[in-house]
C-alpha cells in the first residue's frame, strides 16, 4: 500500500474526497510515525485519539454523503501555544505545566470544523521567545536535518521549530505557527518547508497564549505553497472575540493561485544586502530573482531605509508587550504555583514566577518592564514606536513601485543546538529579515529554495496589506522553478 505519510494537504483531502484511501488509515499512518520519532522531540504531548475521532467522523460524513471540508482528513499538529480543549496547553514553560483549557483557540476551532484532526501539541521556545528552540521547558527539538558530512544535531529553528520539525520530517502533513517576529518564516527556512504569516488581524489571537499582542499572528506551515493556501484558508476569519480582528471575508486563496506574474513587479529591498550575510543566501537571492523574471515578473530595486532600526524597535516592543501579558501568570489563576509554607501573597508571586519562567523568558520581562518605566518610557518605548511608522511608511512606499518584495527569510542556514545559547544577540540577528513586515503588520512567507551543504536555505516574499495572495502566487512561481524534492535522511 502506498506510503500515506508521504502525502501532504491537498493530497490527502482530495484522496479521502475521492475515495482513494479514508481518513481513519491517514491518521493511524501518521500516528504511527509520531510515535516512532521521540527523538526529534516535535511533540510535547501526541493525542493519536483526538486524530483518530476526526478521520471517523469525516469517513461517516463522506459515507453519509456530506460535503467535506478544506481540511477533510488531514491529521495535523497543533503548535502548543494554542488552546486546545481538554489538551494541556503549556507554552513550552513551566508555569503551564499541567494546564488543561476549558475552551478552544479560534483559530484550532475552525480548523476541526474544516475537518482536521490533532496528532498532538507541538513544542516550542519558551512563550514563542527564541529562534532556535532551545528555550523550551521540555528540552529542545532537533532539526531532521544534518550538514553534510556532520552527525551534530542541529536547530529547527524557533519559535515553531516542532512545527517545522514535524512537517520536514514527514511525521506530520502541516501545522499551526504562529509569528509575532519570524517565527513561522525562520524554521520553515531552517527546514526545508513553506511557512506563511498573513496579514495582522486576518487569524483571530482569542485562545493564543499572548506573547506580543501587536505583533502576534497565527499562521500554517507544510510543505507546498498549495498546502499552506488550503490551511490558512481554514485558519482566517472574522472573529468578535479578538478585538483585532479583521472585518473582512476570506479569499478562496487556494482557487486563485496562479504562478504567471506577468505584469508584476518584485521589488528588491538594498538595505536587506547585510554584512553577516552568507554568501549562499545571497546567490540563492539572485537565483530567485531569476526566476520571478522567468515567471514573467519585472525586478525593480527599492528602498527600505528603517531597516536596520527594525529589530532594536521589536527588541523594545516585543518584550514591552510580553513583560505586560506574561504579568498574569501569577500563581493563582493557572498551572504552577509555588506557596512556600508560611510566606505571603507577594512571596507567592516571586516564588512562582522565578520558578516558572525559563532565562530568556525573565529577560524579556525584566527589558520589557524597563523600556515601559516611567523614567525610560520616552527615550525607549516611545521611539521604537515611532521606529515601527517608520518602517511601516517604508513598506506603504515601496509597495507604490512594486507588488511583492522578495527577499532571504534569514542570514544564514540552521546552526547547531547549542551554537547560539549564551549569545542572545547573535541569536536575535536571526530574525533580521523577518521582523520588518512583522513590524509593519504585512503577509509574509518563506519558500524553500535549494540545499547548501546538506541544509535547505528559504526565501521570503513581502506583500501588500491583505495581498497573501500575491505572496501565494510569487511563492507558487519559485516552487515550480527551485524543485525543490529534497527529504531529509532518517536518522530518528
Ligand atoms: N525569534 C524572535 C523572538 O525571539 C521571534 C519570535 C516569534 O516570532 N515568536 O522574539
Known sequence: MTDLTQFGVKDIRDGVRDGSFTAREVAESFN????????????????????????DKVDAAR??????????????????????????????????????????????????????????????????????????????????????????????????????????????PAATGTDTGGSIRQPAA??????????????????IVAFASSLDQAGSMARSVEDCAIMLGAMSGFDPKDSTSLQMDVPDWEGALNADLRGK????????????????????????KAWLRDAGAEIVDVSLPH????????????PAEASSNLARYDGVRYGLRDLPDG???QDMYASTRAAGFGDEVKRRILIGTYVLSAGFYDAYYTQAQK????????????????????????????????????????????DVFAVPASLAGLPAMSVPA???????????????????????????????????????EKWW
Open 32 to 55: 504511527a510515525v509520531v510515535a516512532d520519532a521521540a527523538a526529534l522531540n516535535a511533540f510535547i504531548v501526541t493525542t493519536p485519539d483526538h486524530a483518530i475521532a476526526a478521520a
Open 63 to 172: 459515507a453519509a454523503g456530506e460535503t467535506l471540508g478544506a481540511m477533510a482528513g488531514v491529521p495535523i499538529g497543533m503548535k502548543d501555544l494554542f488552546a486546545t480543549h481538554g489538551v494541556q496547553t503549556t507554552a513550552a514553560s513551566h508555569i503551564l505545566e499541567g494546564f488543561i483549557p476549558r475552551y478552544e483557540s479560534t483559530v484550532s476551532q475552525k480548523l476541526w470544523d474544516a475537518g482536521a484532526g490533532m496528532l498532538g501539541k507541538l513544542n516550542l521556545d519558551q512563550f514563542a521567545m527564541g529562534s532556535s528552540n532551545e528555550t523550551s521547558h521540555f528540552g529542545n527539538v532537533a532539526s531532521p536535518w544534518r550538514k553534510s558530512g556532520s552527525n551534530q544535531p542541529m536547530s529547527p529553528g524557533g519559535s515553531s521549530g516542532g512545527s517545522s520539525s514535524a512537517v520536514a520530517a514527514r511525521i506530520a
Open 190 to 207: 531552517f527546514t526545508g518547508i513553506c511557512g506563511i504569516k498573513p496579514t495582522y488581524g486576518r487569524c483571530s489571537r482569542w485562545g
Open 265 to 288: 513587479k518584485v521589488g528588491i529591498p538594498r538595505e536587506y544586502r547585510m554584512e553577516g550575510t552568507d554568501q549562499a543566501i545571497l546567490d540563492s537571492w539572485e537565483q530567485g
Open 307 to 318: 531597516t536596520k532600526y527594525a529589530l532594536p524597535a521589536y527588541y523594545i516592543v516585543a
Open 343 to 345: 510566606s505571603g501573597l
Open 387 to 430: 521606529v515601527r511608522a517608520l518602517v511601516a511608511r517604508d513598506f506603504e512606499r515601496a509597495f507604490q513601485e512594486c507588488d511583492v518584495i522578495l527577499a532571504p527569510t534569514t542570514p544564514t542556514a540552521s546552526f547547531p543546538l547549542g551554537e547560539n545559547v549564551d549569545d542572545p544577540l547573535a541569536m536575535y540577528l536571526n
Open 450 to 488: 535549494t540545499i547548501n551543504a546538506g541544509l535547505p536555505l528559504g526565501l521570503q516574499l513581502v506583500g501588500r496589506p491583505f495581498d497573501e495572495q500575491g505572496v501565494l502566487n510569487a511563492g507558487l512561481a519559485i516552487q515550480q522553478r527551485a524543485g525543490f524534492k529534497a527529504v531529509p
